[in-house]
């Protein structure tokens, strides 16, 4: 400290002015620190879903008139059927309390089978969209009609994502994605996917204090202030919450003493999960508003919902990128590119480099092939191809499998690598190979991603991560405003 204050006095000390010549020097080395140090947003999300027992409806009503005590919105995402029961055992109180709070949609039923993952597991992007959409939009309209807004996001019941579930909810009006899982996920920050704003796998940045005990709150509030420190070093980012407001008045969940492993029964049969004493119950809700008072209370942190969400995210329309640093770019490898002006996925890259408009595309729905065997290609036929993609890509507001090189074929990342090549380097068309470089951000283990206990012993659907894979063209960072 004083070897700096002494440097500064040195040649502060000179100027005839000294005294605000310092004044403005410090305030500037503010501004510029602030500035670094960017906004921690937290996400507080409530997954309200356990419509079996109704002390889980008091339970839901008790968070969000704590939360709304002490000025904070959460983000309550609703089960369909929660939402009908609500209505049915009169709780205009708990509708109305939670309505003071974001709604988001948790599926129709949850852990009734069919659930989602099942469902489109053998379903391509296209059909199994139409099927979600079957099934869910009757649950999302209740929701809607019920607590009387349209949802602002979804997430899927415990880890039963796919990925024909974007192009579907988009279509219902949905354009955030708010859960937890690992099929797909980069940098442990939101990013763009499937057209939606997906919070998703954030590793670290996921956290919240533990109800029963296996770690002592002083540690969940310390890998809370060393996410916020990373984060505001990093200028900014987001910490996801998740609880559910049954997990505070039970000891086990409501449907895994009913549905586990793909059990079926009448509602009859269904059990009531194991009930948490009154003094035990209160501990779980100390426990939850400590850890919101915490947060709360740290400089550079604000709470946010899944509504919040677009509005601090840049807009994902992304920025006109010289077409030869883009056509480089995919020499190297098939990816999105991070500029300084913004993001742009695989998709919007050979969009750019097709010369077509800037819009959202859904990726391809199946693994092309290559049977192209030539080294190059004549310029009036690949004008032809050309032609022929931006004419599919304008229609079907996606990317094509594969590409007609007259009656032979070049697959998408092989087109886009000789579209680059011919790009970079005019003349001649050479074929090249694309070397795609997003897959690796998905899961390869499905039996991992998939692990639920509601999900039938061994479950593992290879096909829903293979088609994410191939969506992995529209995956890129999202960036805070
Ligand atoms: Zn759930």
Redesign the pocket.
């Known amino acids: 400290m004083c070897t700096l204050k002494g440097r500064c006095r040195r040649w502060l000390g000179e100027m005839p002015i000294r005294f605000s010549l310092r004044s403005v020097a410090l305030l500037l080395l503010f501004a510029i620190l602030s500035r670094s140090r960017g906004i921690t947003y937290v996400v507080l999300w409530f997954?309200t879903?356990d419509y079996i027992d109704p002390i889980a409806d008091d339970a839901a009503l008790r968070i969000a008139n704590d939360l709304t005590s002490v000025g904070v919105h959460g983000t309550f995402?609703i089960?369909g059927e929660k939402a009908r029961v609500l209505e049915q055992r009169g709780r205009a109180d708990v509708i109305q309390a939670l309505g003071r709070h974001c709604i988001g949609y948790?599926s129709d039923w949850?852990s009734v089978q069919p659930v989602p993952a099942l469902v489109l597991q053998h379903l391509g992007l296209l059909e199994g969209a139409d099927e979600f959409e079957r099934r869910q939009k009757g649950g999302f309209e209740d929701v809607a009609r019920i607590f009387g807004v349209t949802p602002a996001c979804y997430?899927q019941?415990?880890v039963s994502w796919a990925p024909q579930s974007n192009l579907a909810l988009r279509r219902m009006g949905v354009h955030v994605y708010l859960d937890e899982g690992t099929q797909v996920g980069y940098g442990d920050q939101p990013i763009w996917f499937g057209g939606l704003l997906y919070v998703f796998n954030l590793g670290p940045y996921q956290i919240r204090a533990d109800l029963d005990g296996h770690e002592p709150e002083s540690e969940a509030f310390r890998r809370f202030d060393a996410a916020v420190q990373h984060l505001a070093d990093n200028g900014g980012g987001l910490i996801s919450t998740v609880y559910?407001p049954t997990e505070m008045v039970h000891t086990e969940f409501w449907d895994a003493v009913n549905f586990a492993h793909g059990d079926v029964r009448s509602r009859e049969q269904w059990v009531l999960p194991h009930r948490r004493t009154k003094d035990d119950a209160e501990r779980c809700f100390r426990i939850l508003n400590a850890y919101v008072e915490h947060a709360k209370a740290i400089p550079g942190v604000e709470f946010v919902t899944a509504s919040d969400l677009p509005r601090i995210y840049a807009n994902p329309i992304p920025p006109a990128v010289s077409r030869t640093e883009l056509a480089r770019h995919f020499q190297r490898g098939i990816n999105f590119l991070s500029t300084r002006a913004g993001d742009l996925s695989a998709a919007d890259i050979l969009l750019q480099l097709l010369q077509l408009p800037a819009e959202y595309v859904d990726g391809p729905t199946q693994r092309g092939t290559t049977n192209y065997a030539g080294p190059t290609i004549p310029d009036y036929l690949f004008d032809a191809t050309v032609k022929d993609v931006c004419s599919f890509i304008q229609t079907n507001r996606r990317l094509p499998s594969e590409v007609f090189v007259g009656s032979k074929t070049l697959s998408l990342e092989d087109f886009a690598a000789t579209l680059a090549e011919h790009v970079a380097s005019p003349g001649p068309i050479r074929v090249k190979r694309g070397k795609v470089e997003f897959e690796k951000y998905f899961a390869t283990d499905a039996r991992r991603a998939f692990n639920w206990p509601i999900h039938p012993e061994g479950f593992a659907p290879e096909e829903l991560l293979a088609l994410a894979r191939l969506q992995g063209w529209t995956l890129k960072p999202a960036r805070l405003r």
């Open positions: 997954d879903e995402k089960v948790h949850h997430g019941p415990g559910h």
